[in-house]
């Protein structure tokens, strides 16, 4: 797989899901705490980008990049997904104008309660979940009652069987 179909995959389950835990990973004394984040966007350069509400702090104080995680999982789906990046947080008001998918009542709500958010993806697991056997109760007895007389190992060492 080129890393181009590998970011287009990445891209389609971020989308599928939309949410994840927001992990900073910093040893700094203030940082972003745990929290949940949906994704606004995943770009074709791999960054991720998300709002995390804005500290009480000022935002100055806080280190404007760092090592996060993102872990993606939805319940129904037969997958989860975790990212591994550097974060940075946008302040730039240029920046944060530029950044196309907001809506102008979006700008003006998030910037004053939020920040921007943006992730270079380092490092994705990709992981499938099982998937529940749909057998009913019927099935699933006589798939074991089978199995343990098709197993030898229910019989002890010393049994023998007389030859005819």
Do not use: C, H
Not at 48 to 66: A, M, Y
Not at 134 to 156: P, Q
């Amino acid at each position: 797989m080129t890393s181009n179909q590998q970011l287009q995959f990445l891209q389609e389950k971020i989308k599928e899901i939309n949410s994840a835990i927001f992990f900073n990973l910093s040893d700094s004394v203030l940082k972003f705490p745990t929290t949940i984040v949906s994704t606004l966007k995943v770009d074709d350069y791999g960054y991720v980008w998300f709002f995390v509400k804005k500290p009480k702090q000022n935002i100055n104080e806080f280190e404007t990049e760092f090592p996060v995680r993102l872990d993606y999982f939805k319940k129904g789906t037969e997958y989860f997904l975790q990212i591994m990046g550097k974060a940075w947080v946008i302040t730039d008001p240029e920046e944060l104008n530029a950044f196309v998918l907001l809506t102008d009542e979006m700008k003006g709500q998030d910037v004053n309660d939020s920040v921007l958010v943006k992730v270079k993806m380092m490092k994705a697991d990709f992981q499938e979940t099982q998937s529940r056997n749909s057998n009913s109760w019927w099935a699933n007895a006589k798939y074991y009652f089978f199995t343990w007389f098709r197993n030898a190992d229910y019989r002890s060492a010393s049994t023998y069987f007389q030859t005819s």
